[in-house]
């Protein structure tokens, strides 16, 4: 009895008669379809407002008509988060870096009015350099010259 049941599941499963699941993110739509979305598309007045209506058209949008960002890791919803968020990582690093590389770099005496008074030929020199930060930082970490030993690190007593 139980290879019956076992087989006929596997034919139900592979044959297809089972339903299929269609589920795509939270129940949203492309806007393109959306009645909501097109119904504020048919207000915009000028023509700046059309051609945004007409790139929106190409994201979903979900029962409000507003369009929404997919953030759960597709490759096809990419330019969403995924591009702008390590484009943003990238940046940030690039001015923690530069600001560190300069920091290091007027360390010693005068340092407090070179944080002050900024000496410019440098920090565009940290700036630039910045560029390459993402390789920098792993030539630092692979030579222990980024982290420091836990004995050296003062901690508050607590």
Do not use: E, N, Q, T
């Given at each position: 009895m139980r290879r019956l049941f076992a087989v006929l599941l596997?034919?139900?499963?592979?044959?297809?008669?089972?339903?299929?699941?269609?589920?795509?993110?939270?129940?949203?739509t492309p806007c393109s379809e959306s009645t909501r979305f097109q119904a504020r598309a048919n207000n915009a007045q000028t023509p700046q407002a059309k051609a945004r209506f007409e790139m929106y058209s190409q994201a979903v949008c979900g029962a409000d008509g507003l369009p929404h960002l997919i953030v759960d890791g597709r490759w096809s919803h990419a330019g969403d988060f995924m591009i702008p968020g390590i484009a943003?990582?990238?940046?940030?690093?690039?001015i923690g870096w530069a600001g560190r590389t300069y920091l290091q770099a007027v360390a010693g005496k005068g340092a407090n009015m070179k944080e002050i008074q900024i000496d410019l030929p440098t920090a565009l020199k940290a700036t630039i350099a910045s560029a390459t930060w993402p390789l920098a930082a792993f030539t630092e970490y692979g030579t222990k010259k980024l982290v420091e030993v836990d004995s050296k690190v003062t901690v508050s007593p607590r």
């Open positions: 596997s034919g139900f499963l592979i044959f297809g008669f089972a339903p299929l699941a269609k589920a795509d993110v939270a129940g949203l943003f990582l990238y940046i940030a690093g690039c």
